[in-house]
């Protein structure tokens, strides 16, 4: 089992930044990739951004593409979003999601993520 904790959501304005961080422990060298998503009230669970831990190869929403950037850091287990030049659209609660697909296109879809943190609420005002 891969388990994963979620820090660094919070209250910001429209235009500024807020860093994601996903601390993973457990099993981990069973996860191949790394995805955040989010989801709004009412709305679906929707893909944001992915990394590869070995690689490194990054895919992103093309809502989030040139705003959002996601790196990792392996020695720390960790993997981080940096959220640029928020806007209200962007509040949601977050989540970050392992996956242990040795497929090397980066899974966009909830349901080839096993393991899941608790996810953390990023709230943009306008």
């Known amino acids: 089992q891969v388990l994963l904790r979620e820090s660094g959501g919070g209250l910001v304005q429209a235009g500024d930044s807020l860093r994601l961080s996903c601390a993973a422990s457990?099993?981990?060298?069973?996860?191949?990739?790394m995805g955040w998503f989010r989801q709004a009230p009412g709305k679906e669970r929707d893909f944001v951004a992915g990394?590869?831990?070995?690689?490194?190869?990054?895919a992103y929403s093309d809502l989030v593409k040139g705003r959002f950037t996601i790196s990792r850091d392996n020695a720390k287990n960790t993997v981080y979003l940096q959220m640029d030049r928020m806007i209200p659209e962007d509040t949601a609660i977050y989540y970050c999601?392992?996956?242990?697909?040795?497929?090397?296109?980066?899974?966009?879809?909830?349901?080839?993520?096993?393991?899941w943190g608790q996810g953390t609420q990023v709230t943009v005002s306008s």
């Open positions: 457990g099993r981990t060298f069973s996860s191949k990739h």
């Open positions: 999601a392992s996956a242990i697909s040795t497929d090397i296109r980066i899974p966009t879809t909830t349901s080839l993520y096993p393991y």
């Open positions: 990394i590869s831990w070995s690689s490194g190869r990054t």
